[in-house]
């Protein structure tokens, strides 16, 4: 171990050696003011250090629950605001379900866009999201997301998350999925940077920290209890930020709201569990569409391995579905929530992702499936056929005509109308099965465009904001792929920049 660090010491005192001299302790609670812990995570690697708990504070302008992309927002937008904040986050390590995204951001009349000459408005954005989400989606909340989108971009550009790759995703009749330049998973690119952020700003985060109670004095949101290492210790705070998640991983919860969900695997991180809409309700807090649960179409599922999402933006880029014939069924940039049902209705209710080295080679985000073993990998067209045990005709004729309407922009078959700009005719090729899996909670706390936390009768709670997958209204029946990230990032803004504009009240 000495010898390790030692050597690490000498090469520069690089971060990364320092980390990994001292024995891989880098997802434990830790101090966070040392220089070689700044330059290895401006450096953009994985890992990570959590702030001591000897550090804890009595008290602090604004406690955030949660450390997912809303609440990372949150707290950063509130330091920006000039507030002292904290963040408190039950599992022992940060991103929350954020950190499992592999799609992008949906934003419109972007400067990316412009540059690309993608003509795209904010209206036609709210209107395709209005009609995927069956009209239900609240009017003022889808309203202020899509209004906000662009400057949201250019914000998470100004502090060095820059999403300019720019892609379609199901629904959507104009290319709006922003994403990393380097085609790689956005979910752990924005998790680093936004932690980068964090660490910059020197706002302390707690992991392990199980918020148990949020306090209310005179009517107020005054604070958190919270359990950290075993002990119950009482936060005081002028304002809290309720970024907690949704309920995806809470099975009994979900089979309650919808019982045909159950036996479904589900793609939610385990610390989804809801705590944080049962903390708020206990201060009278309102909830709108609990029962609107997402299922994703394209979830890989196999025994004995982890569930994981194959992401929509694969498509989005030239991939396409095919049945256990080979055969596509279906046009694959349609909403989730039809991709799925046709999924649901083929006699082996599952499909097959399949795409070229050239679309590999483009989306770096297939990285991830195949360090997990979740791809097929083949010279030819005929003999992953064989692999994945379809028919060799059916399937080679399959890619042939999908070349032919990738040329011809047009797809007789299935109306296809995005995500036709790259054919499949470089070797090897590749497919993933996937079936239908529990994605995304559209329900939860009712919130306005301020982020306050709203009781039945319409009055908000003083004190107490939310963001994040922990609110609902936003997506109403069916949320449209891309636009989770547009809801954390803009409304996590949002919840922060208001709640350090109270605490100086």
Not at 450 to 478: F, R
């Amino acid at each position: 171990m000495k010898k390790k660090y030692w050597l690490g010491f000498v090469m520069s005192l690089l971060a990364a050696l320092f980390l990994v001299a001292c024995g891989g302790k880098s997802e434990k609670a830790a101090e966070t003011t040392t220089e070689a812990k700044k330059e290895e995570v401006v450096s953009g690697a994985s890992a990570k250090e959590y702030t001591n708990p000897k550090e804890l504070k009595d008290s602090y302008d604004v406690v955030v629950i949660g450390s997912g992309g809303a609440g990372m927002s949150a707290a950063i937008a509130a330091k920006q605001g000039g507030a002292s904040v904290a963040i408190f986050e039950k599992m022992p390590v940060i991103g929350g379900n954020t950190s499992k995204s592999s799609g992008g951001m949906n934003a419109s009349e972007t400067k990316f866009q412009k540059e690309q000459n993608i003509d795209d408005t904010n209206d036609l954005f709210y209107e395709e999201s209005l009609k995927g989400g069956k009209g239900t989606n609240d009017p003022e909340l889808l309203r202020y997301m899509v209004d906000n989108s662009a400057e949201a971009i250019d914000w998470l550009d100004s502090i060095g998350i820059t999403l300019s790759d720019i892609s379609f995703s199901g629904g959507f009749s104009k290319a709006r999925i922003h994403r990393p330049a380097d085609g790689s998973a956005v979910g752990g690119y924005l998790v680093n940077g936004l932690y980068n952020n964090l660490v910059e700003n020197k706002i302390p985060i707690f992991v392990n920290a199980d918020v148990t109670e949020i306090i209310e004095k005179d009517g107020v949101a005054a604070g958190i209890k919270v359990t950290v290492e075993g002990k119950g210790k009482t936060i005081s705070a002028k304002a809290v930020v309720d970024a907690a998640g949704g309920f995806g991983a809470n099975m009994d919860m979900i089979t309650e709201l919808k019982s045909e969900l159950k036996g479904y695997v589900t793609t939610n991180h385990e610390g989804a569990t809801g705590d944080g809409i049962e903390l708020a309700k206990k201060l009278g807090a309102a909830t709108v569409q609990l029962e609107q649960i997402q299922i994703h179409p394209t979830v890989y599922q196999e025994e004995g391995k982890e569930p994981f999402l194959v992401s929509e933006a694969i498509r989005g880029e030239g991939a396409i579905l095919v049945n256990a014939q080979g055969k596509r069924f279906y046009t694959e940039m349609e909403t989730r929530d039809n991709v799925s049902a046709a999924i649901n209705k083929l006699p082996e209710q599952y499909a097959y992702v399949v795409f070229d080295q050239g679309l590999r080679e483009h989306s770096k985000s297939i990285d991830t499936y195949e360090e997990k073993g979740m791809t097929v990998k083949a010279e030819t067209v005929e003999e992953l056929a064989k692999a994945i045990d379809v028919d060799a005709a059916n399937l080679k004729t399959t890619v042939e005509n999908w070349n032919k309407y990738v040329a011809d922009k047009n797809d007789p078959e299935f109306g296809r109308k995005t995500g036709m700009d790259r054919d499949m005719s470089k070797a090897p090729y590749y497919a993933i099965k996937v079936s239908p899996g529990i994605h995304h909670t559209m329900g939860g706390l009712k919130i306005n465009t301020n982020t306050e936390v709203l009781k039945e009768d319409g009055s908000a709670i003083p004190g107490l904001y939310a963001a994040g997958e922990v609110t609902g209204g936003v997506h109403g029946n069916n949320r449209m792929g891309g636009n989770a990230v547009a809801d954390i990032v803009i409304f996590g803004r949002q919840a922060g920049t208001k709640a350090a504009e109270f605490a100086k009240k």
